[in-house]
């Protein structure tokens, strides 16, 4: 074979096998909410403020997102938010059905706590919404932290039936005293653990939100562990700023390895605020789950 013919044919070979690897190459992705190992819920009291709801469910979508989560289910149009979902076939992860005020820790409130629940499992039965946040409440005037935990159990055991019969998870989620919640009255995991062990129900577990626990008690994966049989939704948020992962001190991608490794299958809440806007924060959210 000649020179010329050797080259002639080798520039045709190194051509079709640039054209068969550029055929075979995935576009580059523009939805940064198809991420590698866990699905996230992207909390829409957070991201894409200012519009009405129903728009940042379709904002969510064009990101990519499969779920979306908010805060009370009270004061939303949800005939809007639902045909959203139904456009889009985003869910709905989880929403808050009770939050500080009044109280789960005061007895004087039950009647209405019991109530609540009821109609917000109805509504999450109506969204087919699998699990509903719920607050254990501030510091009680007179009332000792063993007291008002006492009362916080006595309350959810009560709820517990309800919360079985619609096949809704209540989850209860511990704040953190030193930055968002001073004189709320349940914090960290140890008595959140205690609390649901207690009512022992399948039905109901913890919010278990890993900003709030970081600021609590640090060692994530640690306590995740020890924990783990009363998780029954993962929240985040990065600190110091409640961003997005990958904007602070948290690594992120250590504890989405620990999740996958205890077996979390459900969503993670976004619950935080994007710091340079919500397409940025997708995609440091996709950095931090690519593992």
């Known amino acids: 074979m000649s020179s010329r013919s050797f080259l002639g044919t080798a520039c045709l070979v190194l051509a079709a096998t640039f054209m068969l690897?550029?055929?075979?190459?995935?576009?580059v992705d523009d939805k940064p909410g198809r991420t590698a190992n866990t699905e996230f819920a992207i909390n829409i009291e957070m991201w894409f403020r200012g519009m009405p709801y129903e728009q940042r469910i379709h904002k969510v979508h064009e990101l990519?997102?499969?779920?979306?989560?908010?805060?009370?289910?009270?004061?939303?149009?949800?005939?809007?938010?639902?045909?959203a979902c139904n456009d889009t076939g985003v869910r709905i992860a989880q929403f808050t059905g009770w939050g500080f005020v009044p109280g789960m820790n005061n007895p004087a409130t039950r009647k209405?706590?019991?109530?609540?629940?009821?109609?917000?499992?109805?509504?999450?039965?109506?969204?087919?919404?699998?699990?509903?946040?719920?607050?254990?409440?501030?510091?009680?005037?007179?009332m000792s932290q063993e007291q008002m935990h006492q009362n916080v159990i006595d309350a959810l055991k009560e709820a517990a039936p309800i919360a079985e019969k619609y096949g809704v998870m209540l989850i209860l989620e511990p704040m953190n005293i030193r930055v968002d919640h001073k004189g709320h009255c349940l914090y960290g995991s140890p008595d959140a653990v205690r609390i649901c062990r207690e009512v022992d129900s399948p039905m109901v577990k913890i919010n278990w939100d890993l900003y709030h626990m970081q600021i609590s008690e640090g060692d994530l994966c640690g306590r995740l562990r020890d924990g783990f049989d009363q998780v029954g939704y993962i929240q985040l948020a990065d600190h110091p700023?409640?961003?997005?992962?990958?904007t602070g001190e948290?690594?992120?991608?250590?504890?989405?390895?620990?999740?996958?490794?205890?077996?979390?299958?459900?969503?993670?809440?976004?619950?935080?605020?994007?710091?340079?806007?919500?397409?940025?924060?997708?995609?440091?959210?996709?950095?931090?789950?690519?593992?």
Do not use: H
């Open 112 to 142: 209405a706590f019991l109530k609540e629940i009821e109609e917000a499992c109805k509504v999450a039965d109506e969204l087919d919404v699998p699990m509903m946040t719920v607050v254990a409440g501030n510091d009680q005037p007179g």
């Open 64 to 83: 990519g997102y499969k779920w979306v989560e908010f805060w009370p289910w009270r004061g939303k149009d949800l005939e809007a938010i639902k045909k």
């Open 21 to 27: 690897g550029f055929q075979e190459s995935p576009a």
């Open 241 to 246: 700023g409640r961003n997005e992962p990958g």
């Open 250 to 291: 948290i690594n992120y991608t250590r504890v989405f390895q620990e999740l996958k490794k205890l077996g979390y299958d459900k969503p993670v809440g976004c619950e935080c605020n994007p710091r340079e806007g919500e397409r940025k924060a997708a995609e440091r959210i996709r950095k931090a789950d690519d593992f």
